[in-house]
């Protein structure tokens, strides 16, 4: 009995253009794209793992979902870029990259991370203090139906408003040609509405009002917002108590001339006056507030202030959608209003701009 030994079989396997298991461009929001790409694999490690009733999804299948979609819609507008890649092994970060010159790609070092996905790498890597996301954002194509989808969810999660935010808030995860662009498209298509006056809440069947005090740093230009109950001095007190244990004893208070202030700014006069400062010596470096009041009849004196009034009816209004909210709903639609508008970029940031973000009010308070 003789061996014989066969020749060496090598199987090759050839498929065209991977398509997307849903139909991304019959979705009109984000959100539930997401969670319909990650029932996907909900169902298929559950039919793999012969698991029933498990319909919960988990933050594993949504950041699968999310890879998948984004590795879609890049194999869709960047194939030659991607195969061109492919061929050169360009799979580890401190290769360079190798793409045609007359790519749209050339200039922004793309590369493939853990998950198959395309990054681009700049001047920023060797950063400790950014996070990864935010040194190496993801490309994404503009013409593409899920960067709008993308966008759009940006759009609303900052309440329709603050542009400079949202293209901020953006430029921390993703890169986008040509974003201001589309930023202006999708918001000439909202419609939106303004806010004005007291607010009514609901206690029980009856209804009452509440006011906002809003306090802005003039040199940060941060804002604290905090729910009055009336529209009177010991209500403003209250207030301001709160915001100084909160952020700290102002020494100076610039507000418009309402009665309210005025009448504040006298009885906290005479208040200090009772006070021993021997006592008090140990917490406050000094007493005394001082206040400076608009002249009668000038709005137009508080101008630093009466933007960021308007900023917050809005954001306040979109945060509320129509509803008439109890005490403790206020308060938290103000908290989310507060960090939008501190949200907000304090310089102009250009688009093909090295820096990684900009500068916000927020980061004068969440130091991480």
């Known amino acids: ?32 794209l997401l969670r319909t790409m990650g029932y996907v694999y909900k169902v298929m490690d559950n039919s793999r793992n012969q698991i029933k009733g498990n319909d919960v999804l988990t933050a594993d299948e949504l950041k699968r979902a999310r890879a998948y979609l984004i590795k879609v819609v890049q194999r869709e507008f960047y194939l030659e870029e991607i195969k061109s890649l492919q061929l050169n092994s360009i799979g580890i970060e401190n290769l360079q990259p190798s793409v045609k010159r007359s790519s749209s790609l050339f200039k922004l070092s793309p590369y493939f991370d853990a998950d198959g ?25 503009r013409d593409s139906h899920l960067t709008a989808l993308i966008i759009q969810d940006f759009h609303k999660v900052f309440n329709h408003r603050n542009h400079a935010t949202v293209f901020n808030e953006i430029r921390q995860k993703y890169y986008i040609p040509k974003l201001r662009r589309m930023l202006n498209k999708i918001r000439s298509k909202c419609q939106t509405l303004d806010y004005f006056g007291p607010i009514n809440i ?13 306090f802005t740093c003039l040199t940060i230009r941060a804002v604290h917002l905090k729910v009055a109950h009336k529209l009177d001095h010991d209500s403003f007190i209250m207030c301001l108590q709160y915001f100084m244990n909160r952020r700290g004893r102002p020494r100076h208070i610039y507000c418009d001339r309402g009665t309210n202030f005025v009448a504040s700014e006298r009885v906290l ?3 200090l006056r009772k006070i021993n400062p021997k006592l008090i010596a140990n917490h406050f470096v000094s007493p005394e507030i001082s206040f400076h009041f608009n002249p009668p009849l000038s709005p137009h004196m508080g101008g630093s202030w009466e933007h960021l009034v308007k ?29 939008t508008v501190n949200s907000r970029p304090l310089t102009y940031l250009p688009l093909d701009s090295e820096q990684s973000e900009a500068l916000t009010p927020n980061h004068f308070f969440k130091v991480f």
């Open 1 to 32: 009995m003789t061996s014989k030994i066969l020749p060496k079989e090598e199987i090759v396997t050839t498929h065209n253009n991977e398509e997307c298991l849903i139909k991304i461009g019959n979705f009109s929001n984000y959100n539930k």
């Open 117 to 141: 996905i395309l990054r681009l790498r700049g001047r920023i890597d060797a950063s400790n203090s950014i996070s990864f996301e935010t040194k190496k954002p993801i490309i994404l194509p």
């Open 202 to 214: 609901t206690i029980g069947r009856r209804t009452e009002k509440r006011w906002r005090s809003l």
């Open 269 to 271: 006069r005479e208040k």
């Open 311 to 339: 900023s917050v009816k809005i954001a306040l209004y979109d945060a509320l959608a129509g509803k008439t909210p109890t005490d403790s709903l206020l308060q938290s639609c103000l908290v989310a209003a507060e960090n």
